[in-house]
């Protein structure tokens, strides 16, 4: 089915329920197509790239940007309006925009577009009456529709390219797994620049016809509010939101009764926070996985299937194997590198045709750099990342172990271990720690903890306070940052 058609089939549906809530207004589903359509005229009178780029907030401006964009054919570029100028320029240049959707504070924020990319101020804009309308293009299931850059964690960011067919096939693979329906309401504040935000957060609803409540901004109180407004029945968000929300003083347990959903995504999830939240309101927080190369969604755990630390079954139509270090396939419960094929997997990276050659195994699978392991059931396990891995003495140590362990430490509100080169063990883990409001620092007291709940070998070798730790717009913790301040000076 035609992704586009697909999410016009529903405005034009129900035309006047409200499809969208975000900090500023309610937009009804017929007020979305409006905006696209005239977006879609300013888009063709000022651009001749085939594609264009999005830099706004989290709201109902995106997904109608996104709309025209799509109206015209135009593959869409969501820009991290939270990258360094130097990156934000060089993937404008890389991706070879000539205009950009957006609004004037996301421009000062950025210190203004690169030279050559005209900005189309939404904040300019008239949107009063019908524009001429148009038939929209017919977007083929292998056009590309989104150029989404990584994050540039390892080097300059590379552009992934999703298919329409990739992206609609993660909507029906989601839905299939959770039967989200069009009486779902969906409570997400992710940035929709990121590929959870974008296709969990944005698309699918527009998709099925439920709703999508917005916040911009990350303040626990108000999403706790938020929540029990409108009913929310899904709230997605990364674990160091769930850590903050447990803390709200005066939330009550019911004030998330409505939510049937509780995901998170994007990093681990701690078990410090995972225990604290169900302890607080009565509701286990389920794991996902994926990446931005699978659109995003491979494996989710629903709550009636919930095991410690699984982040679930492949979704449909969705296969994995846990490869060795040879790449062969290992016996269930055994720990290899996660590969994944089916029909969300992207299309390749942009302009890199060895990388993207070299994303993909004999077997065509994706190879993910994730380390994990399948259970007899079916379940897969994150054990850590490959690139990440330490080699201490010979015996392969994954950070996210001994990070779970200093997470337990009461002082401790975050960890991160990295390794550092030794000359007689290869390498030793450092590790940062982030702590609670009004803790004080005590490195002996944690290295101590650790050695009561470690092996010898893991436990690390140096333990240094930060007032906070690095971190990706998505929450995740930037460790290439943190293996920077271990480099000679």
Known sequence: MNLLRTIQRQIFLRPT??????????????????????????????????????????????????????????TIVPLNYLLSKSDLDYVCKDAELDACITVGPMVDLVGGLPNGVTAIRMDQMRFKGFPPIRLSKRMKRDQLAVLLYTSGTSGRPKGVMLTAGNLQSNIEQIVDRARFDRTDTMLGVLPQFHTFGLTVLTLLPLAIGCRAVYTARFIPRKLVTLARTHRATVLIAIPSMYGALRMVKDAQREDLQSLRYVVSGGEPLPQAVSDGFFERFGIRISEGYGLTETSPVTNWCLPSEWKWRSVGRPLRDITERIVDGAGGDVAAGNEGEI?????????????????????????????????????????????????????IAGENVFPREIEEVIDRHPSVQASAVVGMADESRGEVPIAFVELKANETFDAVAIRTWCREHLPQFKVPRDIRCLESLPRNPTGKILRRALAELLKPS
């Open 17 to 74: 329920r409200i499809a969208i809530i975000d900090d500023q207004r309610s937009w009804r589903a017929y007020e979305l197509q409006i905006v696209a359509w005239h977006l879609a005229r300013e888009v063709k009178r000022v651009s001749t790239s085939e594609r264009i780029g999005i830099m706004l907030p989290t709201s109902g401006l995106f997904p109608a940007a996104v709309m025209a964009g799509w109206i015209l054919g135009r």
């Open 339 to 391: 590969r994944i094929h089916g029909p969300n997997v992207m299309a390749g990276y942009w302009k890199l045709p060895k990388e993207s050659a070299a994303a993909f195994d004999e077997r065509g699978f994706f190879r993910t750099g994730d380390m994990g392991r399948i259970d007899a059931d079916g379940h897969l396990f994150i054990t850590g990342r490959l690139k990440e891995m330490l080699i």
